[in-house]
């Protein structure tokens, strides 16, 4: 190509990291010739740059894109994951994306901008959405006293698991009994997998947990459940102590009291998968769901009697992302549709 002198001519510059682009006079004169470049013809390239939920490879909108080099620019991909930067000088950019509650914060890359060629760039980012959402069975029953069912153990990832993500997720399967003729009480037992805010280790339990006018729970690292283990969840109140007893496959492992729960019952039962962030992975997949069965309650002064679900007891709060099916009347299964890759 012959030095940068000999290409250029006269007061053109060769722009760096596109050793075949130049810009500046054309005059063979030295620097004393007239300039005669046409700006019609200044040297102009297209920028691409496409954002993807490292989780799972689908578009992100809204991410903030800047680029620097020749020129700096900012852009905000749309619903495709996209932002372009048109008719921009040729050369070497430095591109970061980033979006407020994703992991990590931002990513960065490096593209070469070539003249009359569109050129792309991706980066991924992952996210945390925070957002209770559940898949689950729900029955209205009075005078209830314990609540127990027989749940596969499917664990599944958590958002941005895979960047060393460090914010608070988890997912949860278990069953619950709750009364809200006041402030909402309730205790429940199941399995989970979880991760503390600030934190990227990630734990794995058996747990029992009540609320009354305290809030009382115990993860059970010790205990956690094998994948794909079937084991039966249980609790059971005293509602003359206020006292909930909590029984893993048969056998009794805590006890909780509160004054909430003296002389009270529940007014419903719940089987119920749980997940923190939107992008957290439901327990279960299309291949091998989280099955929940045998699932049963006790009224006060009455043995524990099936659940007798229908099809319309099971839901999920959103059936595009998270399944949900009835199986049978003591037993559903639910699974993540969508699930981190």
């Given at each position: 190509?012959?030095?940068?002198?000999?290409?250029?001519?006269?007061?053109?510059?060769?722009?760096?990291?596109?050793?075949?682009?130049?810009?500046?006079?054309?005059?063979?004169?030295?620097?004393?010739?007239?300039?005669?470049?046409?700006?019609?013809?200044?040297?102009?390239?297209?920028?691409?740059i496409k954002v993807e939920n490292s989780?799972?490879?689908?578009?992100?909108?809204?991410?903030?894109?800047?680029?620097?080099?020749?020129?700096?620019?900012?852009?905000?991909?749309?619903?495709?994951?996209?932002?372009?930067?048109?008719?921009?000088?040729?050369?070497?950019?430095?591109?970061?994306?980033?979006?407020?509650?994703?992991?990590?914060?931002?990513?960065?890359?490096?593209?070469?901008?070539?003249?009359?060629?569109?050129?792309?760039?991706?980066?991924?980012?992952?996210?945390?959405?925070?957002?209770?959402?559940?898949?689950?069975?729900?029955?209205?029953?009075?005078?209830?006293?314990?609540?127990?069912?027989?749940?596969?153990?499917?664990?599944?990832?958590l958002c941005c698991e895979s960047k060393?993500?460090?914010?608070?997720?988890?997912?949860?399967?278990?069953?619950?009994?709750?009364?809200?003729?006041?402030?909402?009480?309730?205790?429940?037992?199941?399995?989970?997998?979880?991760?503390?805010?600030?934190?990227?280790?990630?734990?794995?339990?058996?747990?029992?947990?009540?609320?009354?006018?305290?809030?009382?729970?115990?993860?059970?690292?010790?205990?956690?459940?094998?994948?794909?283990?079937?084991?039966?969840?249980?609790?059971?109140?005293?509602?003359?102590?206020?006292?909930?007893?909590?029984?893993?496959?048969?056998?009794?492992?805590?006890?909780?009291?509160?004054?909430?729960?003296?002389?009270?019952?529940?007014?419903?039962?719940?089987?119920?998968?749980?997940?923190?962030?939107?992008?957290?992975?439901?327990?279960?997949?299309?291949?091998?769901?989280?099955?929940?069965?045998?699932?049963?309650?006790?009224?006060?002064?009455?043995?524990?009697?099936?659940?007798?679900?229908?099809?319309?007891?099971?839901?999920?709060?959103?059936?595009?992302?998270?399944?949900?099916?009835?199986?049978?009347?003591?037993?559903?299964?639910?699974?993540?549709?969508?699930?981190?890759?």
């Amino acid at each position: 190509m012959g030095d940068a002198d000999q290409h250029c001519g006269g007061t053109g510059k060769l722009v760096e990291g596109s050793p075949n682009v130049f810009i500046g006079g054309r005059g063979g004169g030295g620097s004393g010739a007239p300039d005669r470049t046409d700006p019609k013809k200044e040297p102009k390239a297209n920028l691409v740059i496409k954002v993807e939920n490292s989780d799972s490879g689908q578009p992100l909108e809204g991410a903030t894109v800047r680029i620097s080099g020749p020129k700096t620019a900012e852009g905000r991909t749309d619903a495709s994951g996209q932002t372009r930067f048109d008719n921009i000088p040729p050369g070497t950019y430095q591109v970061e994306a980033n979006k407020a509650s994703h992991h990590p914060t931002s990513a960065q890359t490096t593209a070469i901008a070539t003249n009359e060629k569109e050129t792309t760039a991706e980066l991924k980012l992952c996210e945390c959405t925070s957002g209770r959402k559940y898949a689950y069975a729900y029955k209205s029953v009075s005078e209830v006293i314990g609540v127990k069912a027989k749940i596969k153990t499917r664990y599944g990832k958590l958002c941005c698991e895979s960047k060393s993500g460090t914010d608070s997720a988890y997912h949860v399967v278990y069953a619950n009994v709750s009364n809200s003729s006041g402030s909402l009480i309730w205790a429940q037992t199941g399995f989970g997998r979880e991760r503390n805010e600030g934190s990227t280790s990630i734990s794995s339990y058996r747990y029992a947990e009540m609320k009354g006018s305290t809030y009382k729970v115990n993860y059970d690292k010790s205990a956690a459940p094998s994948e794909g283990s079937t084991h039966i969840y249980q609790c059971d109140l005293d509602s003359a102590s206020g006292t909930w007893t909590f029984f893993f496959d048969g056998k009794e492992w805590q006890k909780f009291a509160d004054p909430s729960w003296k002389g009270q019952v529940g007014q419903s039962v719940q089987w119920t998968g749980e997940i923190f962030n939107k992008q957290d992975d439901m327990p279960g997949t299309a291949a091998d769901k989280c099955s929940v069965a045998e699932c049963q309650y006790r009224q006060t002064k009455k043995d524990y009697t099936d659940a007798d679900l229908v099809a319309g007891d099971v839901k999920s709060d959103d059936a595009a992302e998270w399944g949900s099916e009835w199986v049978s009347k003591t037993a559903f299964n639910i699974w993540d549709k969508k699930p981190i890759k």
